[in-house]
């Protein structure tokens, strides 16, 4: 479907910053009336994928594009971000599975959620919808509901047949997670949580964040995941914890149960999920990590 690119003739110097930025060549620099000027590139100007490079860019503001409106657009600051305040809050971030009882305030949550909607995409447009759980009570609610769906995967596990099919469902990396991370101990952390000594998979959160879309939405999955890293460096910027629990996503996508208590709409398949809330204890030191390799060519 063509999309619409508006150039404004008037103020367009022909700079070529457009054309340079666009991923997909729609936009082409040409000579019009003797000046140089963007416009749609003929062959490619389909090829637009809205993610609006060239307005954002454009230093004379001469370029519209149809579907993006001009208020989605917003001044940003000239100064240049601080590494070292970064790299301090990459090095202070943690895990935060143990919280306070206490409750999310919902402007708390609110500029988590601006702040995912800021998240890189694969491509244009936004397809992630997020359900925001905001009362521990709504957790607790369906939490016997995933204890149960858990309960039958360890059952299907110890059948030879069953585990067969299992395995055929799931990428390598899944499997091992699920075959020495998950099974070895969940069977105990599922009857503790079952009799109320702890909660093995909402952590006992106040809060948390689900990412979903419809299953047709393309890289959706890896959408969520990278919204989800921004959800858990908002939390930690705003003072809370957070952590992503991949054990909830199966258990919402597969109990009809989780599903109601959570609102999901009709149709969408839940990605990501994030709990959040006040830390109950402070880390009083970082943890340094190395990667397996690091390779220069």
């Known amino acids: 479907m063509r999309t619409e690119h508006r150039v404004d003739p008037a103020t367009c110097s022909g700079c ?14 040409a000579t019009e009336d003797g000046k140089l000027r963007a416009r749609p ?13 060239c307005v954002a860019a454009c230093p004379t503001d001469s370029i519209s594009v149809e579907g993006l409106a001009p208020d989605r657009f917003f001044r940003l600051p000239r100064e240049r971000l601080d590494p070292e305040a970064l790299q301090a809050l990459l090095e202070s971030r943690r895990s935060v599975r143990a919280f306070k009882d206490q409750p999310v305030p919902r402007q708390l949550l609110e500029r988590i959620v601006s702040m995912v909607a800021l998240a890189p995409m694969g491509y244009t447009p936004p397809k992630l919808d997020v359900t925001v759980v905001s009362s521990r ?4 609610r369906a939490l016997p509901a995933m204890v149960a769906l858990y309960q039958q995967l360890l059952r299907a596990w110890r059948s030879p047949l069953l585990r067969w099919f299992i395995r055929r469902e799931l990428e390598p990396d899944q499997l091992t997670g699920l075959r020495d991370h998950v099974l070895p101990t969940l069977a105990p952390r599922l009857e ?16 948390m964040l689900l990412l979903h879309s419809r299953p047709e939405a393309g890289d959706a999955t890896a959408d969520a995941r990278v919204a989800g890293t921004y959800a858990l460096l908002a939390a930690h910027a705003l003072g809370l914890g957070a952590t992503m629990i991949d054990l909830v996503p199966p258990a919402v996508n597969r109990s009809a149960e989780a599903r109601a208590a959570f609102r999901i709409p009709e149709g969408h398949l839940v990605h990501t999920a994030v709990i959040v809330g006040f830390p109950r204890y ?11 390799a690091v390779r220069w060519v």
């Open 282 to 292: 402070r880390f009083r030191h970082g943890i340094r990590r190395e990667l397996p």
């Open 137 to 140: 009570e709504a957790l607790a």
């Open 41 to 53: 590139a003929p062959a490619l100007a389909d090829g637009c994928i809205r993610c609006g490079q």
């Open 16 to 29: 070529g910053t457009c054309a340079e930025l666009c991923p997909s060549h729609a936009i082409e620099i």
């Open 192 to 207: 503790g949580t079952r009799r109320g000594r702890w909660d093995t998979i909402t952590r006992g959160a106040p809060a």
